[in-house]
Every structure is written in C-alpha cells, then in structure tokens.
C-alpha cells in the first residue's frame, strides 16, 4: 500500500497484482492545532469528571446512577473506566442520539423534542416535533417507507401467515416462505444457496463460530464491525488483525502463519479465514475484494465478506461489493449481509456453496435455537429484491441504484468543496465528516436538528480519541431539493462551530 500526500491530503492507493483494479480511499491528516486541543478537551473532561466522582463519593453531589454494594471479594460487574466514561462525558452528551421518531422511518421523519434540565438524568417531553430530512439512517434503496407495492403484500401475507412463527427452524419453524427467500437470495448473489437468520448481528456471532474453531485462524480486518469481533472470539481460533484494507500487511501475516504454523505446536493451521467487510460503516471506506480474493488463492484461505451495508449499495445490479468490482460470487467462500439496511426489513444472510449451507443448516445456532423470521418480514425482503432484481417493479431497482450512486457522489463533493474533511471511497454512501472535538459532537447534531436535518455524531470510544465525527448515510429516497437543503444547513453549521478544517483546494475534485 503506497502512500502520497498531496496538499495534506493522504490517498490510500491499494493494487492488486493480478487483476490491476485500484480502490482510492481519502483521508486527510487531523490538523496539528486540532489534534492538541482535543486531547486537551478529554482531559479537561476527565479531570472533571474524577472531581465529580470525589464529589459524589463524600456526599457533596448526588449519586443518580446505579452504584453496586456489599460486593467486597466480588470482582465487579461493570469495569471501572466504562462506568465513569458513561456517567461524565457520554451522559452530557447522549440526548443526540435515541430521541423518538414518531413517523416512518423514511427520508422525512418527525422527531419528538425532548428538554432536560438536569445533565440529561431526566428529560420531559414538551410535545413539540420538528420535520426532519433524515440523514441518519441506513435506508439506502428508500425502501424503508410504510406505503406502495411492498407494503401491500405485507398486509397479505399476515392474513396468510399471521404475524410471528413462535418457534425455531428446525421445530416448526419453516414456512414455504422461508424456503422461497432462500432460493431467491442465492439466485440474486449468483450462488448454489443461502440460509437467513432473524437478526443481523446473530448473523455474524453465531455462523463464526460454527465455520472456525481451535486450531483455525483467524485474519481480520481491524476496523471489523463488533458482531465479527465477537464470532472470531467466540469461535476460540487465534486471531490476527491486519491494517485497516491494507493488503501488503494482510499478504505479510499470510505468509508468515503458513511458514511458522501455529505458534505452540508449528503444525499447519487447520485452516485459515481472512475476514473483511464490504463498506465499513465508520469509515465509508471500501474493501479492495479483487486483491483478497487474490491472496486468498494465492495461499488457500478461505474469505468472509460481510456485506450488511454494500448489498443493495454497491454496483450496477444492487449486489454488493462482488457485483461493485465485477467480481464472480464463486470466488469468495462466505458472503453475509444484512436484510436492515438496503431491504427496510431485518435479519441476515449467508450463501455460498450447498455443502457449505447444509452444514450451516445443521451447526449455526441461530437457525438452530433461534425463532424464525416472521412472514411479513421475508415478504418484504423478498418483493424489494424481486425489485432490485427488476423482475417487479418495472426498472424501478435500477433507478434507485442510480439515484443512489448520483446522491453519493453529488453530496460527497459539494461537502468537499465547502472545507470538510470526508473520510471514505467516493462511491460509499457512507459520508463522515471530521468534527474532533468531543464538544462540537453533540454541537453539530443540535444546530443541523435546528434546521431541520437528522443527523448522526460519533465519537470515542467508537472511534479512535482524535477522529470523532459526524456520519452522514444516502438514500435513493432523497430528492436534491432534500439535499441541498441538508448541504445548505451544513455549511451554515460548520461556519458557526468552525469545522472546516480541509487544507485541500476547495475547487479540486481530482488529485
């Protein structure tokens, strides 16, 4: 992986030997003066923060949040800096996030207003909302919407099925339904066949484990999403994290676990997983898949792609990152993703080969122990991919995935030229914009909501201490009116809390 700076500007420039493709992910440096007054800010909170502690434990302030007792000789329950991170810096700033939406969960949404008068130990509800352009939602096809074709046969099916199965697959918990989505799912992926779990993130934890166990390892990406960590350390096999979408150190630790074997024994790993996702949802960077597949056969891995935010996202067809690179499905050996964000609906998938989907079917506890997914949700899934696939629909998948690809790109750039720092690969609908400081988190998101735009801010620990953001997610379902009116409202906040803090030309759109 090559590294230029240009204009202070860093491009990750990614190759693959074999198939020549590039993938350009942008990051610009955290300015020197930014980074210092942030780890100053952190430690102002800190400082306070134990103060008030003191305060609370002398009988000087109140103590509001749950305190254990009576525990000596217990190991206690919640770790100690968690705790006092989430009582003094995440309380203050918590009411930007969680509030009640009280409309579809479309691009517009109404947004509950919501006061506290206390640090946020308490609120009320005044009884006022605010009309809101949605930016924070992974509704990227605009399925996510309580009207038209879809929602029609869901209204079907729960005369049909009712509305919940009340038991497991392997019970009574199989519908025709179920077998149909499964059929559908491999023939949209371009694979043998697929198996679908109730929830997303069970999707990833429990399958792991089932596929990788002692003696395996594990190769993974370090910026993996939490319900990977937790399926690799479920699974007991050693894992090994590479630099985030850096394939030269991913080539590296392949060669070094195939030469030394395993660290006790130096016998031969029983097998070996590289791990990787399609759009990293923090990052709005996106996987360089032809330079893995090319190191997973060049060394006999196996690859996992996890594709909960790039299926429905990414490529001409809707299908994924695979599709996004013209890549053959056949090629990658696990594919996941998710059914929460492109289809407006839940639960997860894996597909690939039949031998490996009979043995899912028999070893992964979420289609073992876990209840079905309910009829009007694998009605839903499946008329919105009969729509992506444009069997329904009379094109209209393809016009969604083409309004998709023109918002992201169009949003990405006015924000470029404004002064942002964009993080991420210019086709990921994913947008962060660099805030810093812990302050200006919760600052961003009240002056947008203010003007009538939804918005997401994250910070540590969520991200590294110095890169806290905002995170903007595209929809097909945004008119431009919707987004210049978001961009306008943008651009009015970062002139108020002074974010833009780009050192590239605003005029430049190409290096």
């Keep these: 992986m090559k590294t230029n700076l240009i204009g202070g500007v860093k491009l990750w420039r990614m190759k693959s030997p074999k198939e020549n493709m590039e993938v350009e992910d942008e990051y610009e440096e955290t300015p020197l003066g930014v980074a210092i007054l942030t780890y100053f800010s952190y430690m102002i909170l800190i400082i306070f923060g134990y103060l008030r502690e003191f305060l609370r434990r002398v009988g000087l302030e109140d103590q509001r949040c749950a305190v254990e007792r009576n525990r000596e000789g217990y190991v206690p329950l919640y770790q100690k800096f968690e705790s006092f991170y989430n009582h003094n810096v995440y309380r203050r700033i918590r009411d930007c996030w969680s509030k009640p939406i009280c409309s579809a969960p479309g691009v517009m949404v109404d947004i ?4 506290s008068t206390d640090y946020n130990w308490h609120f009320t509800m005044p009884g006022t ?3 809101a352009v949605n930016l924070g939602s992974y509704n990227y096809l605009g399925f996510a919407i309580n009207e038209g074709r879809c929602i029609d046969k869901v209204e079907s099916s729960i005369s049909a099925y009712g509305v919940g199965v009340c038991t497991t697959r392997h019970e009574l918990g199989t519908l025709d339904v179920h077998r149909d989505l499964e059929k559908l799912v491999a023939r949209f992926l371009g694979v043998e066949d697929s198996i679908v779990v109730g929830m997303g993130f069970a999707t990833n934890s429990t399958c792991i484990p089932a596929l990788v166990s002692k003696g395996c390892l594990i190769l993974s990406d370090e910026l993996n999403h939490a319900s990977l960590i937790l399926g690799c350390r ?11 979408n850096d394939m030269n150190d991913l080539e590296a630790k392949l060669r ?3 030469v030394t074997g395993h660290p006790r024994t130096r016998r031969p790993w029983k097998k070996i997983v590289i791990i990787v996702e399609g759009i990293y949802s923090m990052e709005g960077t996106i996987v360089n898949l032809p330079a893995a597949i090319h190191l997973k056969k060049k060394y006999k891995a196996y690859l996992y792609v996890d594709e909960a935010h790039s299926i429905g996202a990414l490529g001409c067809n809707g299908r ?7 890549c053959d499905p056949k090629d990658v050996d696990i594919l996941m993703g998710t059914f929460t964000k492109s289809f407006g609906a839940a639960g997860g998938y894996i597909a690939g080969s039949r031998e490996l989907i009979d043995y899912l079917r028999s070893h992964c506890y979420s289609f073992s122990y876990a209840t079905s997914i309910s009829s009007p949700v ?13 069997e329904e629909g009379n094109g209209e998948g393809r016009k969604r995935i083409a309004q998709l690809a023109h918002n992201t790109q169009y949003f990405r750039q006015k924000l470029k030229e404004m002064g942002f720092i964009i993080y991420g690969n210019k086709d990921s609908p994913v947008v962060p914009l660099m805030l810093f400081l812990p302050a200006k988190l919760a600052a961003f998101v009240r002056e947008l909501l203010k003007r009538g735009v939804a918005s997401v801010s994250v910070g540590f620990p969520a991200t590294p201490l110095i890169e806290s953001r905002a995170r903007f997610c595209m929809s097909a379902g945004h008119t431009r009116e919707m987004l210049d009116k978001a961009l306008h409202a943008i651009d009015e906040v970062g002139d108020v809390l002074t974010i833009k803090y780009s050192k590239r030309p605003h005029d430049s759109t190409k290096h």
């Design 129 to 131: 909302s605010i009309k």
């Design 320 to 326: 994924g990152v695979v599709d996004y690179y013209n």
């Design 256 to 258: 070094n676990a195939i």
């Design 234 to 244: 479920i699974s007991g096999a050693v894992i090994r994290v590479f630099r985030h």
């Design 378 to 390: 694998v009605c839903q899934i499946a008329c919105t991919m009969k729509i992506i696939m444009g």
């Design 112 to 115: 509950k207003d919501r006061v």
